[in-house]
Each structure stands twice: as structure tokens, then as C-alpha cells.
């Protein structure tokens, strides 16, 4: 019972429990008291009154975690979660493993339990890409020691493919970057495997978890993977009758959330002023962001302000030049000419070129 309604995202399997010790859950019209029921095909299944539907093929989404978000639905610490951070219009959603408050990169969510579970089993064997800053100095010799294994406190640690991207020299000892590929997945495995071997892990970041990977996703951005990708990558870990259908995603990016600001624009306040860092105003606002009307331009006290440029006369109708300044009565127009001449080119010596030369 409890696996079922969990399926159909109604709530997670101890929350399923819970509706259950309240009286909330009844089959067929009985209450149930119990979650260690079978549902059978026809049965009706009912929380508060409400009749739950058949759960929908298995669906699967990739999300950029950023740091600072606890990958749970409910805290009990009261901190910020991953579940709360996602945008609207999504199903009820779990993940694929986790990754720490402190570490960031992809996270997979899907709507199929059996699915995240078969994808988080070490005998699986899916393959997870990391890449850590750490502080301190090791070298590749190693590095290549983590291929036999290590224990760590007494917990194994299986196979691991470490190799030195870059450091960089200090005074305090090398700043690192180091890619990490394992198989396992177990809880801080990558952290606590550098640690032992002296070097303290100061950024973590999931590059790809099996063939789905990271590539351009913003963090804090979610797309749904595709039908037929599904099918093709992780049938063999879905129930015939779960595997999706189609061809297109069913989630698309809401407008606002696609678009997004853009480059250059400043956040806009309720009271349509810019709004800088920490609640201050900004100093001035280049873009709005798309679907916002533009805030006007506001200066401090004491700054130099744009001169206006000088308002120009209309031009006259039917001429191609503006009027000139203003001017007294017209008198005879300049001549190139001497007096005299009207204009007639003045005698002097031939050219070269003979009487056969036009004029």
C-alpha cells in the first residue's frame, strides 16, 4: 500500500504510514489500519475521500543543485531545500542519490522510486563524474593508489579513477583540480577518500551521473529528459508498464523562467526602482529585465548629469539643408568673378593640349 501511493506521488512511504495510523487512507470504502496491504488491478483506493489514480510512466528530470540547498523535502533543521527551490507545475518528485549541502552540479529527480533506487545501487554499477578543488599536495603516483580501493575509518571504498587536472603552486601549499570517477556513491565518499590522502576538499561538483550529464544547465535550472531517451538508457531498470510513451518531453520551462533577465539588467523592486545587493538601490539601470517596464535612471546627489542637447529648427519643407542663422535683408550674391567679366574665364596664355582640348 505504501509503495503504491508513494508511486502515484501522493506522499513518500513513511508520510504514507502517517495517513495510514490517521484513518485517512481506506480501500475499497475500509478504512485501513495497516500499510502491509496488497492493492489489486480494480481496487478502489481513496485518501481523504479522494480517489487516487494510476501512477504515470516513469519520468526523469536533470536539476543543477546549487550550494546551500539541503537535498531533502523537509528539514529539520529548517534549511532551505532542494524539493522547496523547484519551480511550479512539477510532480512529486525524489531523488537519485544526493549530494550535500556543500556540494553543487547535477541531481537527478525522478517520479519512479524503483527507478532511483536501481540507479543508486552500488551492483549497478553507474558510473559518477565529479570535479573537486582541494587544497594541499599529491601527486598522480598517488592519486593512482584509489584504483585498488581504500578504507577510510572503516568503511571500503571500491575502485576509484582520480586524475590531476591542475595545480597551482602557493605558499601555503597547492590549490587543485581533480577529477573523480567512481561507481559506489556512497554517503561524502569523494570528500573523505581526499581527505585521506591530506587534502581538504573546498568545492564538489557533479559533472555527469551515468549518461546523463551536466552540459550548459544554469544552476538552480531543471529540464525533463525525454521519453525516448528514457527508454532507450534505463529500460532494462523500468517495469514494462511504467516505460513512458512519446517522444517529447510533457514539462516545458515556464516563460518567465525560460527567458529570464538579460545580460546587463538589474533587479527591479516592487516600487519599479533598481534594486542593488543587500536591499540597496542601484546606481543606475541599464536593461529591465524581459516583460518589466524599464525603471528610470536615478543619480546621487553631487553627480554629474547628461547636458540636453540644443533643440534644433525644422527643416523647411522640400530642402535637403536646415536653415541657416537668422540674417538682414539678402543683398547680390558674392560673385567668383571679377567685375566685369560676368563670369567669363579672364584671357591668359593656351593650354597644353592643343584647340582640340574641350574647355
Not at 541599464?286 to 525644422?314: D, L, N
Request: glycine letters at 12%; proline letters at 10%.
Amino acid at each position: 500500500m505504501a509503495k503504491m501511493l508513494a508511486r502515484a506521488g501522493v506522499a513518500s512511504r513513511r508520510e504514507v504510514e502517517r495517513l495510514i495510523e490517521a484513518g485517512r487512507v481506506a480501500l475499497n470504502g475500509k478504512v485501513l489500519t495497516t500499510p502491509a496491504v496488497k492493492v489489486e488491478r480494480g481496487d478502489i483506493l481513496t485518501v481523504d475521500g479522494a480517489v487516487v489514480t494510476e501512477a504515470e510512466p516513469a519520468r526523469l528530470f536533470r536539476y543543477h543543485k546549487p550550494i546551500d540547498l539541503v537535498t531533502s523535502h523537509n528539514d529539520p533543521q529548517g534549511r532551505p531545500t532542494v524539493f522547496a527551490a523547484l519551480p511550479a507545475g512539477l510532480p512529486r518528485l525524489i531523488s537519485v542519490g544526493r549530494l550535500d549541502i556543500n556540494s553543487e552540479g547535477l541531481l537527478l529527480l525522478t517520479n519512479d522510486g524503483g527507478l532511483a533506487r536501481a540507479l543508486e545501487m552500488p551492483a549497478t554499477g553507474i558510473v559518477r563524474r565529479y570535479r573537486a578543488r582541494a587544497r594541499g599536495r599529491v601527486t598522480q603516483e598517488k592519486l593512482d593508489t584509489l584504483k585498488a580501493g581504500i578504507t577510510v575509518e572503516g568503511v571500503h571504498y571500491g575502485a576509484i579513477d582520480a586524475h590531476l587536472d591542475k595545480a597551482k603552486e602557493g605558499p601555503q601549499g597547492a590549490n587543485l583540480w581533480i577529477t573523480v570517477v567512481l561507481a559506489e556513491g556512497k554517503n561524502r565518499e569523494v570528500r573523505r577518500v581526499l581527505e585521506a590522502l591530506g587534502l581538504k576538499v573546498n568545492r564538489l561538483i557533479r559533472l555527469s551521473y551515468g549518461p546523463f550529464v551536466l552540459g550548459t544547465l544554469m544552476p538552480g535550472d531543471v529540464e525533463e529528459v525525454g521519453p525516448r531517451v528514457i527508454r532507450e538508457q534505463l529500460a532494462e531498470h523500468i517495469a514494462p508498464a511504467n516505460l513512458p510513451k512519446g517522444d517529447r518531453p510533457l514539462w516545458k520551462k515556464p516563460a518567465a523562467v525560460a527567458a529570464g533577465p538579460r545580460r546587463g539588467a538589474v533587479e527591479i523592486d516592487r516600487g519599479g526602482k533598481p534594486a542593488g545587493r543587500a536591499g540597496k538601490p542601484a546606481r543606475r539601470l541599464r536593461k529591465a529585465p524581459i516583460g518589466e517596464p524599464s525603471a528610470k535612471i536615478e543619480y546621487k546627489a553631487g553627480w554629474a548629469k547628461p547636458k540636453r542637447k540644443p533643440a534644433t529648427t525644422p527643416k523647411a519643407p522640400g530642402s535637403k539643408r536646415g536653415p541657416g542663422p537668422p540674417s538682414g535683408p539678402r543683398g547680390p550674391k558674392p560673385s567668383a568673378s571679377p567685375p566685369g567679366t560676368n563670369g567669363a574665364r579672364r584671357p591668359g596664355p593656351p593650354r597644353a593640349g592643343g584647340p582640340g582640348r574641350r574647355g
